[in-house]
């Protein structure tokens, strides 16, 4: 096994690997070398280096029977044994193959042995077998040799050289446990590194996962404030291209009031609303009833966010428009005629002013009207404010609108009519002052 076998598997070799290539075939293979047995730790950067020496030639001279069979049993032709190559082959099957594993299995055997002892039975059937593979391999020549080794006594020099060739075998095995043993801790280490990354990445994913739900959480906010928008404008009870005459009405208030003068009779209507949802502010023609209703409105809206409505035309109006969802004022100016009563404007005030009363939240009670609550609590009920020329107020017909005659804010009454110091303010255009009323 240490001397006759390694050059019966030598002479194989070079039957594969002709010795004047060798040099050539192995660099020709040194990338499929490298991948398939270096890299696969099935040889060691020892035995490579044998292959690839820095300096001089390869030699199969330099091969161990261990490096031989490892390059013939993967990098030829040879077909493989039944069994594979690590296990005996059966006594029936013949091949070159089958031979080189029984001189491996065989060899391990050796290796194995705690003593190095073999009994006499399973001496013979191992030489019979390793000899019989030997001379299949390298050829009749090899016949008288081991017929020669046969018949030797194994002195203790010839033991001495077995023992030896088998250490040497130990040690490569040894040698390949370390290997192993660092590329253990390497892969540890690798994995060790992979359970950090992998810690990281799960991190990174569930910071990613928070931001999704956040952002998942505002866009399904927007969507929702966009469809509350959408079912608003579908339920809008203001037509658009009347909406839109009601901003120009707006914005005309608004630059008139810019040179509006706070008077007492304006703190009167202010504080007046308080009690009440409807208020009709009369006069005479030009004394500021409009002036005055127009700036409560505009001020109910900058304080207390209600919606203007700001021309009336007519009961239908209210009724038409009006929102319980949200604070409305409603905006009257010159009821039922300017210089004189118009009749068929009174009996159409009448007709609907049933309606109206529940609209501005009035019951009855007793002989009493009283402010009831509005159907959604939150929502105050709307506002009406109203400007009436005297004439048309104190007309029979219209102190029929009971409704409309319940709350009246004259302008020329001794309370309400424009004291001189406001006459003043008003001739100067320069002074203005805002009114802070008592709550709405």
Known sequence: MSNVAPKAVRDKFNHYYNPLALSATLARDKALITSRLLNCRIINKKQMDLLYPTSGITSSENYDITL???LLRNMTTIVPPSNGYDKLPPVTEVSDGADLARIKYYRNVLAHTDNGQLSNEHFNTMWICVSEAIIRLGGMTYKPKCEELSQINLNKDILTYIRQDLSEFREEI?????????????????????????????SEFNTQGRNIRFITKNVTKKIENVALELKRHEEDTIPKNIRAQHRQYLDEWREDDKMFVITNATVHVTSSL????????????GNGKSAIIHHVALELYVKYEYK???FVTGPQDIINFRDPR???VFVVDDICGKEAINVSSVELWRDHLEKIETIFNFVKKGKKHIINQSEFPQIPPPKLLISCRLHVYRDLQFQLLKLFTRNECNLVSKELRLSYQEKVRMANG???EKCYGTGI
């Open 274 to 285: 308080k009690d009440n949802n409807i208020i009709v502010v009369t006069g005479s023609s």
């Open 68 to 70: 031989m069979i490892c």
């Open 430 to 432: 320069t002074y203005k």
């Open 308 to 310: 203007v409505i700001p």
């Open 326 to 328: 949200t604070k409305q």
């Open 174 to 202: 040894y040698d390949e446990i370390e290997t192993l043993k660092k590329q253990t801790v390497s892969n540890q280490t690798s994995v060790t590194l992979l359970q950090a990354e992998a810690s990281n990445i799960h």
